[in-house]
């Protein structure tokens, strides 16, 4: 049976930079590499909100990226 093993995890934060002609939103994304593995999603979203409070953008949503190696 195959082992999924995470070996790098990404932070993503989505910024709303304004609207486009069609009234969707135009969307910046900043990325955070190096994010401690075992993190959870409530930590991960609470480092974004707090980074988010910083910027003037408001934020959009937040992400989380997951390289895995996946072994036998």
């Known amino acids: 049976m195959a082992t999924v093993i995470v070996d790098?995890?990404?932070?993503?934060?989505?910024?709303?930079?304004?609207?486009?002609?069609?009234?969707?939103?135009?969307?910046?994304?900043?990325?955070f590499n190096n994010i401690e593995i075992g993190a959870t999603a409530d930590q991960l979203y609470a480092t974004a909100e707090a980074i988010a409070s910083?910027?003037?953008?408001?934020?959009?949503?937040v992400e989380q990226q997951e390289i895995v190696n996946i072994i036998e």
Do not use: A, C, F, V
């Open 8 to 31: 790098s995890k990404q932070l993503r934060i989505i910024y709303q930079m304004g609207m486009n002609d069609k009234g969707e939103p135009i969307e910046k994304r900043k990325t």
């Open 54 to 61: 910083l910027q003037t953008m408001p934020l959009l949503r």
